[in-house]
């Protein structure tokens, strides 16, 4: 990896060359893809951002919501397995009625509600804006 430009600088780039020098000279199809491709350029970014922050967060809430305090995983990928596997086992929990009423389907809601606006804020932050 090099210092600069880091990734995020290299994507801003590539975005903002498709944005102001591309997009203006097309039009039809070609012009929409173009959009397409500068707007994918930026959640790729928002996401290499946020993630790892984000994760660390809904890891969290998930541990909370098992009733578990242990340590966070160690790592990206062992924070991404663990993401999956603790909302793998929440979901078993949901289709069992777990969550039908009481305190805990009020943790879960909170839970799934702030998730989903993490997840747009790296999506489309414009929609979370409103």
Same mark, same amino acid.
């Given at each position: ?25 097309? *039009? ?10 500068? #707007?994918?350029?930026?959640?790729? #970014? ?21 009733? *578990? *305090? ?21 979901? $078993?929990?949901?289709?069992? $009625? ?25 999506? #489309? ?6």
């Amino acid at each position: 990896m090099q210092d600069r430009p880091t990734v995020q600088e290299l994507l801003d780039a590539v975005r903002v060359f498709l944005e102001e020098d591309v997009v203006p000279r097309l *039009d039809g199809p070609r012009r929409y893809h173009a959009l397409v491709a500068a #707007n994918v350029l930026a959640i790729v #970014n928002r996401e290499l951002v946020a993630e790892e922050t984000s994760l660390l967060a809904e890891w969290r809430r998930l541990a909370s919501l098992a009733g *578990d *305090d242990p340590a966070p995983p160690v790592g990206l990928a062992a924070l991404r397995a663990a993401v999956r596997d603790a909302t793998t086992t929440l979901a $078993g929990r949901i289709r069992c $009625g777990d969550a039908d009423d009481g305190a805990f389907r009020d943790a879960v809601r909170a839970h799934l509600r702030e998730t989903v606006v993490e997840k747009l804020r790296v999506a #489309n932050p414009r929609f979370v804006a409103r």
